[in-house]
C-alpha cells in the first residue's frame, strides 16, 4: 500500500520526536511519503493531489480537527466517490481531535497509530456522512466556494467564539480548554443580537424558523469535548445521517445559565431542550440568513462574515480508516 502522511508540525500535543517514532512506525507497515504543511491550505493541496494520484490508497492526517478537515476538503475537490478515492486515516495531534475521537478513536497519538495499524492488518473501515456549506460574503456580492466539515458547523454566536479564540492564538496564547470558556463568556457580554436574533433557518416544505440567536449544525454527536467530558449538542446526530440543527432564540442570562448547565450535563440521551430550544434531525438540505453578516466556522476554523449559508448533508461520502 502506498500511503502519503500529511503531517501539522505546529500540532499542540505532539513533539518532533514523537512525530518521528509515528513516521517510523507507520513506514514499517506501507509504503509512505511524509510531507510536513508549510502553509495555510497545504494540507488542503495534498488531499486533492492525493485525489488525483493513480496509486496513493491512503491520507493519514497527523494534526488537530484543522488538519483533518483541509486533508478532507482536498480529497472531496471533485466530489465525494468512497469507492474510488484514497481513504483518510487520522492520528491526532491536536487540542480537541472531535472528529477522531467520535470515530472511538484513542485521543493519545501513539495509541491511535497502533489502533490505525490495527485496522489495516483486520482491513476494518467505514463510509461517514459529511456536511457540505456554501454562501454569501457579508461584505461583498460574489458567492463562497463550497466547503465540507466533518463534525460541525456554527453560524453566530459560537463562531463568533472560535474567531476571539483565533485572534488570541495568534497573539501567542496557548489553545486550552479555559481560554475557550474565557471567550464564551466575553462574546456573551457583548453580543450584540443575544435578545433579538437575525437569524432565519428555511427548509423545503416547512415554515421558516425565524429570529436565531444561535444555531450549531452537527454531523455527529458528541458536539465538542471539555478535556475528556463529551458535550453533546445534538445527541441524535451520526455519520449514519445527514445534518442535525441545535437553534436558540434567546440568550439572555436567565436562558443561557439554563442551556450551558444542559450542555454541561448533556448526555447521549439529552441534549439542551426547553421553550427557546429548537432541535431538527437529519436534514439534508436548508439555509440559514441573517438579517447582518454574521461569523461562520466549520470544524472550528474561523471563516468570516456570512449573510446566508446553505448545508447539504452529504450520506456515505468518505472512507475512513477505523
Known sequence: MRALLVVN????????????????ALASEMKLEAVTTEYRGHARDLGRRAAESEDIEMVVA?????????????????GPDPDRL????????????????????????VEATGALLDALRERRARTVSLGLASGTPGTEDEAVPARWFTFCAGFGFDASVIGRVEQ????????????????VFRQFL???????????????????VEDLVLSIICNTSPWTYLGNRPVYASPEASFETALDVLGLSRLSTPAVARYATQLLTSSPERGPHGKHALTLHDLTDFTLHSKVPLPLQMDGDHLGLRTSVTFTGVRRALRVIV
Open 86 to 109: 484514497p481513504g483518510l486515516a487520522i492520528v491526532p495531534g491536536g487540542s480537541t481531535n472531535v472528529f477522531a475521537r467520535a470515530l472511538g478513536l484513542p485521543n493519545d497519538a
Open 9 to 24: 508540525p505546529a500540532a499542540t500535543t505532539t513533539s518532533a520526536r514523537t512525530r518521528d517514532v509515528l513516521i517510523h
Open 62 to 78: 497527523l494534526g488537530g480537527d484543522g488538519t483533518v478537515n483541509e486533508v478532507v476538503n482536498g480529497l472531496l475537490h471533485g
Open 168 to 183: 488570541q492564538r495568534e497573539r501567542g496564547k496557548r489553545s486550552t480548554h479555559a481560554l475557550y470558556l474565557r471567550q
Open 190 to 208: 457583548e453580543e450584540p443580537n443575544r435578545r433579538h436574533g437575525t437569524i432565519t433557518l428555511e427548509r423545503p416544505g416547512e415554515a421558516p
